[in-house]
């Protein structure tokens, strides 16, 4: 009996340890991202075939700095004007980009409190998330356009879950589906499905769905959301995590799929991707993704 009662500093460490281990491994979803590896290796020969595939892309343009733009956030692509078009927030404007990373033109925002997405939903037309206002705003561009004045367009807001600065982080639209995906940034990671925004038909009476999917949120073994991206050839979604350092790409049931790191050595990168905030594919398959202050990226699949 006493020898069970001695006191013994090596057990208690070792389950202090342990203890710590699986806190960490929880934080940071080792586990999930353990168990997604086994079966991209059991599956990846099927999911190769059907997806994006981001496990074989290489990038080609690394950390080529934006000239005179700092405090990038998003990124969408626009298929008519062969553009990206992103945002920052100090100052709050928007930046459209050619599919090189140059600055093509900035267009000033008004009454934005801290515009952090943009996404393409139609010629000419945008919308905006306002993070901290959880609000999304629906905008027309065009080879005018030099200010932006919220108060001029159709808005809609959204009180759901509020965090001050953990808000909307990212917007994908779905043409085909007419629906809009905006991600929740942390705490927790979220992504809402919203049906009937932006009002497109003014004939017909407004009609606002708000849909989520736990069970595919609790799949996503990431610990935050910085950006969405819809590919419409596989109908699947890229979810970027700044924190996790990845590209996650969801097949249409909201299972991952495939991956892309963004740590040094991996996809051909020399250095570690250090803010990622916002992803974009185009018409040809190829990954655009930014990050902070103002680095640009280009991300193609190997032949």
Known sequence: MRRLLTFNPWLYLLCFVLLVGAVLGQQYRVFERVWFSVQEWRHGAQWRE???????YRVV???KPIADISDVSALTYDPDRRSLFSVTNKPAKVIELSLEGDLKRTIDLEGFGDPEAIEYV??????????????LVKVRIDDATR???AADFQQLSLGIGRNGNKGFEGLAFDAANQRLQVAKERDPVRIFEVLGFPHVDESKPLALQVNTDPKRDARLFVRDLSSLDFDAATG??????????????LNAEGKPISTLSLLRGQHGLKRGVPQAEGVATDDEGTLYLISE?????????AQ
Do not use: C, M
């Not at 059907?50 to 074989?56: A, G, P, R, T």
């Not at 699947?236 to 924190?243: T, V």
């Open 50 to 56: 059907q997806s994006l595939w981001l496990s074989d």
């Open 61 to 63: 343009i690394e950390a």
């Open 122 to 135: 139609a010629p000419g037309t945008y919308v905006i998330a306002d993070e901290r206002e959880q609000r």
């Open 147 to 149: 200010v932006l004045d």
């Open 236 to 249: 699947h979604l890229l979810a970027l995590s700044d924190e996790s350092r990845l590209v996650i790409e």
């Open 293 to 301: 202050p103002n680095l640009f990226y280009v991300f193609r699949k």
